[in-house]
């Protein structure tokens, strides 16, 4: 490890050793778009005009491997100066001691009055200060088939039962099925809220309990018993159950905003949605959050201040949306929001008062990398029973 | 030579550069060099981490295990899972894209209209990126969507979907299938240029003895391409062993650890988990494994080659 962090230093004074060299501050910015239409050569030449002394580099990271990069390149003393970052990540990169704080600098910024109520709040670190600014954000809803409900006589549903039971009348296998399941990595937040939102926690004990177990059964019978869920399930990831959904084979699915661009351009007026069904007396979904950070590496923090704060104002802020397809973190952007149809709008907003973010510890991290993943599609294929999958999720979450 | 050299020092310099006993290394030292530094290092630092327990987002409660690793990694069942997948993985991958490389061969070695057309697209699945491969096979896989089950239903040999890499039983041979697929132009063009070394006057002396077709094939042609079969081979378990980026796309080594080998579980415990410690214990352990076998399939090939 001695040689590494040797290295890493070398490399870190190489690098500073440039900078005062440079007469410009350069901040690096990372961020993941996988719109191809990007504004970001737009926003940084806009940035640049207004701030002569600031160059941005700015880099589109490619997701899947966006956090394996972060922790590597944080640990290598080769980090970015700023990033988009998420709230999962916030426990293990404070644990790090990657972040800096900025809480005084959005204290006195000018575009903390136009930020969406509660943001912050919920933007805040695990020791209470400030270290994320929020820069979109999407909440997960139920997706439809308006024609092909109304040609079985049903309505969009509001609880478990209303959704098993439609399931099972749009099923007619193998060429329809009722739900398309995101059994693949990423489908945490789809489980969640069938499971999370029988009281399933993850905490000590939380996952163990009757109720989140039966919770679990419940959804699993969905795959196995029922068989309302396409048998592909198991390795489906976003790009299978979208184009599932967009080729009429599944009639319901779960996801946010930012798809509903692409499902209208393929379905139409036939594709709505509505908030995710309440389950036994709860109700969960999750709050899709994307935000800014500083790390504490960087040796331009008030210049990289001043890049993140400026993505997070205003129009800035709907353009940046525009590429990601999500929405904004502003009053004034949100006033007159043109970006999706009015209907998606309305379930998300319909849908954040249940809207939650996971506990900010450490394991959660794991919890959505790997392990809720390998679980779930062992027990979906048989491997293991849905309690047997709970207990061993619980072991994650043992202290 | 019009160049005079005077004084005495500068001639002795010239005699040592000129020397024959230095100059071979003088001039091996910057490859040497660069393998030791990017090569070597890494492989000692990776031996010195697996003694550790470092988790890489905490650093500072890294501390020395000694075997510690390894013994929670022989008592672990998805390293056996993982280390029998290898074993399917190698066993079955590289004996398909050798017979499937041969077959190719031994066709396009025959004269036909178009030949050099057809040489030059067997390579084109050899010649793309593993990853558009796994995305392209990701889809022709795909129970919904995907072109395969499609076909399959359309000639009744299967009444229903198949989900090929959603069914635990089924997705490490699909994987398999695809790496055929990937691999087999590679045997072929080796196995074409051996083919293309035997004498013509073998074959022409063979069949006045009377040799039919297939015995001149065993005692002619096998012979004549042993020891490219036997260098292609152990280059191709050396590359297939190691490589995981076709599984890591189309599975990401599930569902559960069902396509789970050695090197991808080192990569998702290293990368993914940052735990640094366990997943370098797994690369090392599964580098012995290797050198192992390797060193084995030399000694016996390369004799029988020989021979």
């Known amino acids: 490890m001695k040689f590494l962090r040797t290295l890493a230093l070398g490399a870190a004074l190489a690098a500073s050793a440039a900078f005062t060299q440079a007469k410009a501050e350069t901040v690096r910015f990372w961020y993941h778009f996988d719109n191809p239409a990007n504004p970001m ?26 956090y394996d990069n972060l922790y590597t390149s944080l640990v290598g003393g080769n980090a970015p100066d700023a990033a988009m970052v998420k709230l999962f990540a916030q426990p ?16 006195s910024w000018q575009g903390k009055a136009d930020l969406l109520d509660n943001l912050l709040e919920l933007n805040k670190g695990p020791d209470g200060k400030q270290y994320y600014l929020p820069i979109q954000y999407v909440v997960l809803y139920l997706y439809y088939r308006t024609d092909l409900f109304q040609a079985a006589g049903l309505q969009p549903p509001k609880t478990c039962e209303d959704f098993r039971n439609a399931a099972i009348k749009l099923t007619n296998a193998p060429q329809t099925y009722g739900f398309g399941l995101r059994g693949g990595k990423g489908g945490w937040d789809q489980w969640g809220a069938f499971v999370m939102s029988q009281g399933a926690e993850l905490k000590p004990g939380g996952l163990v309990k009757p109720e989140a177990i039966a919770a679990n059964q419940w959804l699993v019978d969905l795959f196995q018993k029922d068989k309302v869920i396409p048998p592909s399930a198991p390795n489906d990831g976003f790009q299978e159950i979208v184009a599932a959904f967009k080729s009429g084979k599944t009639a319901m699915t779960i ?41 504490s590496s960087s040796s331009v923090t008030d210049a990289a201040w ?74 979906l294929t048989g491997q293991i029973t849905p309690k047997q999958m709970m207990e061993q999720l619980q072991t994650l979450f043992a202290q | 030579m019009s160049l005079s050299i005077s004084s005495p020092m500068a001639r002795r310099r010239i005699s040592i550069w000129r020397s024959e006993r230095l100059l071979p290394y003088l001039l091996l030292a910057p490859a040497v060099v660069v393998t030791v530094v990017i090569v070597f290092m890494p492989m000692v630092q990776a031996v010195f981490t697996s003694f550790y327990d470092l988790i890489l987002f905490r650093p500072n409660a890294s501390k020395f295990v ?13 390293f056996w899972t993982a280390l029998w997948n290898t074993i399917i993985w190698i066993g079955l991958t590289v004996p398909l894209q050798m017979g499937l490389g041969l077959m190719t061969a ?30 392209m096979w990701r889809w022709i896989y795909d129970p919904n969507t995907g072109v395969l089950n499609d076909i399959l239903i ?5 009444q229903s979907a198949v989900p090929w890499l959603a069914d635990p039983k089924v997705a490490i041979y699909a994987i398999i299938a695809t790496l055929t697929w990937q691999g087999f132009p590679f045997f072929a063009v080796m196995i074409l240029a051996g083919l293309q070394g035997i004498p013509k006057s073998q074959y022409e002396a063979a069949s006045i003895d009377g040799a039919s077709t297939w015995r001149q094939f065993v005692h002619i042609t096998l012979p004549g391409i042993a020891p490219v079969l036997a260098t292609a081979g152990l280059l191709r378990v050396i590359w297939v062993a190691n490589s995981m980026d076709v599984i890591f796309v189309m599975t990401g080594g599930g569902p559960g650890y069902a396509t789970h080998t050695l090197p991808l579980y080192a990569f998702i415990k290293a990368r993914q988990n940052l735990d640094f410690g366990y ?8 580098t012995i494994f290797l050198g192992a076998f390797v060193a084995l399939y030399l000694a016996r090939t390369m004799r029988e080659v020989e021979r």
């Open chain 1, 41 to 66: 050569t737009d926003l940084v030449k806009k940035f640049e005009a207004a701030n002569p002394g600031i160059k941005i580099e700015a880099e589109n990271v490619p997701w899947n491997s966006y």
């Open chain 1, 92 to 107: 293990r990169l404070a644990e790090m001691g990657a972040l800096e704080p900025i809480g005084k600098q959005i204290d």
């Open chain 1, 255 to 295: 996801h946010h905003i930012g798809s509903s661009k692409d499902l209208v351009a393929a379905l139409g007026d036939k594709v709505s949605a509505v908030p995710v069904p309440k389950c036994g007396n709860g109700q969960w979904t999750s709050y899709g959050d994307e935000s800014l950070a500083i790390f």
């Open chain 1, 306 to 379: 001043k890049w993140i704060s400026f993505l997070a104002e205003g129009q800035n802020n709907v353009a940046f949306n525009s590429a990601t397809g999500q929405l904004t973190v502003t009053k004034s952007g949100s006033a007159d929001w043109k970006l999706h149809e009015r209907r998606f709008v309305d379930a998300t907003v319909q849908s954040l008062p249940f809207a939650k973010v996971l506990p900010q510890t450490s394991a959660v991290s794991e919890f959505v990398n790997t392990a809720w993943q390998t679980n779930m599609q062992q027990a």
């Open chain 2, 66 to 78: 000694g075997f510690g690793n390894y013994g929670k990694l022989f008592s672990d069942p998805v």
């Open chain 2, 106 to 135: 031994v066709l396009l070695n025959r004269e036909f209209p178009w030949r050099g057309l057809a040489r030059a697209l067997i390579i084109i699945p050899w010649a793309l990126p593993s990853v558009v491969i796994a995305l």
């Open chain 2, 154 to 158: 359309y000639l009744s040999i299967v």
């Open chain 2, 279 to 286: 997943g370098t214990s797994i690369a090392v352990t599964f």
